[in-house]
């Protein structure tokens, strides 16, 4: 069975930093790109960016590039979304989505907590 | 960057009607690279149509996409109650890739 499974839910302070991960099963983890999806409590997707584990190229929407990390771990399939210093405005909950024709498989997504 | 704009934001539509939902580019979608994205409360989002008019693996044929270029259209023929849901557009032609603000369809 092809899927994403993510790390579970985190609550971080202002200012700390934050790893979470994406490990994917059942298929062939370099060939398709991976996205990783933010959604705002209440509101809409947003794609923050995607890479391809083949070779780690990496593209960022403009609103993440220089705020967010991702990266791959292709010995282990998984891909990776992190943050240095965290804020109040990202807290979100983040899937990460594999990136065919269309994102056709989900991860079950993981809650992100930035509070005082 | 692409923006996409959906429309209506919420549609009201008893069980049975005919929805149509309106995905609009800024700019023209590459290899018309549109999908269509069911999102209920509490799931992740669930790829319907891809390739503006390709059904993804199990989706029902009342669910059926159209369009070229900067017009994209999602219509569900015949409403069941499971498909009130949010319905999202995403443009996977450039990089970056985008999704629409949404499109909530509300039972009337």
């Known amino acids: 069975e092809v899927q994403l499974v993510q790390s579970g839910a985190e609550v971080k302070k202002p200012g700390e930093s934050l790893k979470i991960s994406c490990k994917a099963s059942g298929y062939s983890f370099t060939n398709y790109w991976i996205g990783w999806v933010r959604q705002v409590p209440g509101k809409g997707l947003e794609c923050m960016g995607i890479?391809?584990?083949?070779?780690?190229?990496?593209r960022y929407s403009p609103s993440f590039q220089g705020q967010v990390t991702i990266s791959v771990d292709k010995s282990i399939s998984t891909a990776y979304l992190q943050w240095s210093s965290l804020k109040a405005s990202d807290t979100a909950m983040y899937y990460c989505?594999?990136?065919?024709?269309?994102?056709?498989?989900w991860g079950q997504g993981t809650t992100v907590t930035v509070s005082s | 960057e692409i923006v996409l704009t959906q429309s209506p934001g919420t549609l009201s539509l008893s069980p049975g009607e005919r929805a149509t939902l309106s995905c609009r580019a800024s700019q023209s979608v590459s290899s018309s690279y549109l999908a269509w994205y069911q999102q209920k409360p509490g799931q992740a989002p669930r790829l319907l149509i891809y390739?503006?008019?390709s059904r993804a693996t199990g989706i029902p044929d009342r669910f059926s996409g159209s369009g070229s270029g900067t017009d994209f259209t999602l219509t569900i023929s015949r409403l069941e109650p499971e498909d009130f849901a949010v319905y999202y557009c995403?443009?996977?032609?450039?990089?970056?890739?985008?999704f629409g603000q949404g499109t909530k369809l509300e039972m009337k």
């Open positions: 995403q443009q996977y032609g450039s990089s970056p890739y985008t």
């Open positions: 390739a503006a008019s």
């Open positions: 890479i391809y584990p083949g070779d780690s190229d990496t």
């Open positions: 989505a594999r990136q065919g024709s269309g994102m056709d498989v």
